[in-house]
């Protein structure tokens, strides 16, 4: 498709995908320069776009005039503080509109508008381009994230997301020494993304009839399925409801233990434990009693505002990204007297995130921040550095596992790494364009799909096969954000090639064994799923939706989640009503068996912490705050509206 020189986008809808990376990776570079320079151009919208002599696309001066709320970030709407990250949102919002010729929150009016960009969630593009992959729609999605600390830390970052994830899987072999492979820029990506496509709508424009010769994969006749179902194997495994680890109580709505004024307005949580709570205030480090919310020492002022913190014993650690210059910096504090004891500057790597996994604190850099690479490292508790591990910008930690992940954005490879010695343990990589690599995380081992996309093999977390489930998948989406899997959950492989997942079917396996403990099936399932202790939480359609011609339930705009015995797969609850909760930046925190924890932002960009009741679905208590939770030590701490900070129980 070409695009008239001297036009702009206004009226220009339904592009194809990768004509919209290029628009979206130069509109990006200008904004990238422009806020480097201290500017915003606070009009990001198609209308603003136009075409120059040469086809390229080139952003506009700031129009004067209303703000378009079509393309607004939440911070703009509310009259906030913005940054650079608005903009984001904004291009975010003109790529969803070039892709769908729909504006992402459409409404009949301003105000449905406004509503949409406040609290809804962002609706799939995959409907207009069924061929691409999910993970368009989780970029898209982090990129107009309510809140902005959880965006794109650029312009660029976004720009580079979307387009790598419109490349194609590529082959998964035997993994040997982890290869980085350093990514495609400029001309060349387009060029890349542009074959991608092409690949992309050749494998999957026909029927469904592909022959699986030269893709890697077997053939129908080397698939099998283990479907025989072993309930009485759920009795061996060790369940792990700790029930009241985070509240006392969490059917009654909890009441705060204390209530402990600030000045300067409602601090960050950023850490804690059982005995001491860390709070952030600009560059300011904040220790209070967790018993009495009492301070335990004088505010420490840190020079750089520290972004996490983790204590471990009698030290803190604390890890400070990129503000100034180059580096991030790694804090060393006493926890009882606040000193600190040593500061570790980390030249170029833009640390985000510190935990403590057994006598080791772990940093890492932003999940999907965008940068060409990420990195991570373990440290000791007195801050003598261990190990250091780079590889790609979506690792993330599983601190109750010992694991870093190390899954690249294209889906090439993964490497799952111990946080003892920075060691891989186990990897693999993709060995078929026309299959995603799938691998999960779960509580004492690890999930991968196997190299010939015939079901899923089981490793502990040592890296040694267990077993293995022939027919079957790793399913659900995993990242930072995401609990832990209490058991593998898998979907059912269908019987064409090649092979995808049956997204309407899930079913948990035992480890030991590899058999499967049950299974549940319906056109109401999607892969969206999470593990709350011995919990599961599957989302599934709108159960008042009409079917489509494809014998889907329709799409109505409502969020709802049934939960499961996750051992036994018995449903306990009827489809929760979530709208408007869910679908923000949602959180999930913690399960007693009867009811469920987690927090979200509201539609006015504050903080709640909700519980429903399991078996009514019925919402049993909400907490409002300022600024997001923290959860240390089994408790809830929250920065009030009242420049105060509280610690429920």
């Known amino acids: 498709m070409q695009l008239e020189p001297g036009s702009n986008l206004g009226a220009v809808a339904g592009l194809p995908p990768v004509l919209v990376s290029q628009v979206a990776t130069a509109v990006a570079g200008a904004l990238d320069h422009a806020h480097a320079q201290g500017f915003l151009h606070g009009d990001v919208r198609p209308a603003a776009i136009e075409i120059g002599p040469t086809g390229q696309p080139v952003l506009g001066d700031v129009a004067i005039g209303a703000l378009d709320v079509r393309y607004a970030a939440p911070e703009r709407i509310r009259g906030g503080q913005v940054d650079g990250r608005a903009d984001q949102y904004s291009l975010a919002c003109t790529v969803f509109r070039l892709l769908t010729g729909h504006d992402p929150f459409p409404g009949p009016d301003r105000a449905a508008v406004v509503a949409g960009h406040l609290g809804q969630p962002v609706a799939s593009v995959l409907p207009m381009h069924p061929y691409l992959g999910p993970r368009v729609d989780e970029v898209l999605g982090q990129a107009m994230a309510k809140d902005p600390g959880y965006r794109f830390a650029s312009c660029t970052a976004f720009a580079q997301a979307y387009a790598a994830s419109l490349v194609p899987p590529r082959p998964m072999v035997p993994v040997g020494p982890s290869r980085r492979r350093p990514w495609l820029i400029g001309v060349a990506a387009a060029v890349v993304v542009a074959l991608a496509a092409a690949v992309v709508l050749v494998v999957t424009d026909g029927s469904d009839d592909v022959s699986a010769e030269g893709g890697g994969g077997g053939s129908v006749s080397d698939l099998t399925w283990d479907d025989t179902l072993y309930p009485q194997e759920a009795e061996s495994i060790q369940h792990t409801l700790r029930g009241d680890e985070l509240l006392r109580t969490i059917g009654g709505r909890p009441t705060p233990l204390w209530t402990t004024p600030m000045s300067g307005g409602p601090p960050d949580v950023v850490g804690g434990d059982d005995q001491i709570i860390t709070l ?45 210059g180059s580096d991030s910096s790694v804090f060393i504090l006493d926890s009882g007297t606040g000193k600190l004891l040593r500061t570790i500057k980390v030249p170029n790597r833009d640390l985000r995130t510190i935990d403590v996994v057994g006598d080791r604190l772990v940093v890492t850099t932003q999940f999907g921040s965008g940068a060409d690479t990420g990195f991570a490292a373990g440290y000791t508790t007195e801050g003598d550095e261990v190990w250091t591990y780079e590889g790609d910008q979506n690792m993330y930690l599983v601190p109750s596992q010992g694991l870093l992940v190390d899954g690249s954005i294209d889906g090439d490879e993964v490497n799952f790494v111990g946080t003892d010695d920075g060691e891989r343990v186990l990897g693999a990589e993709r060995v078929s364009d026309e299959r995603d690599l799938t691998w999960a995380v779960f509580r004492g081992g690890i999930a991968v799909q196997n190299p010939t996309w015939t079901g899923t093999d089981l490793y502990d977390l040592e890296g040694e096969k267990v077993s293995s489930v022939a027919g079957w998948e790793p399913t659900g989406y995993q990242n930072v954000y995401s609990p832990v899997f209490a058991l593998p959950l898998l979907s059912r492989l269908k019987e064409r090639s090649p092979h995808f997942r049956d997204e ?11 058999h499967l403990l049950w299974r549940v099936d319906g056109p109401e399932l999607t892969r969206q799923m999470v593990t709350l202790e ?32 996750v051992y036994t797969g018995e449903t306990l609850s009827p489809a929760i009503d979530m709208t408007g909760d869910v679908a923000v930046e949602i959180y999930w925190i913690e399960s007693d068996g009867t009811h469920l924890v987690y927090n979200y932002i509201d539609d006015d960009g504050g903080y709640a912490d909700i519980a429903y009741r399991i078996e009514t679905g019925e919402k049993a208590w909400e907490i409002t705050a300022t600024n997001r939770s923290g959860y240390p030590g089994g408790a809830i701490v929250v920065a009030g509206t009242d420049d105060s900070v509280s610690l429920y129980r």
């Open 280 to 324: 952030r205030s600009g560059t300011y480090l904040i220790g209070l009693a967790a018993a009495t919310g009492a301070a335990t020492w004088p505010p420490v002022d840190l020079q750089e505002a520290p972004m996490a913190c983790a204590v471990h014993r009698n030290r803190i650690g604390c890890v400070s990204p990129v503000s100034t």
């Open 504 to 514: 309407n079917t899930v079913a948990a396996a035992n480890p030991e064994t590899g």
């Open 534 to 565: 011995d919990r599961l939480l599957l989302k599934v359609a709108d159960p008042d939706a009409g079917t489509g011609p494809d014998g889907e339930p329709e799409s109505t705009g409502r969020e709802f989640v049934r939960v499961h015995d």
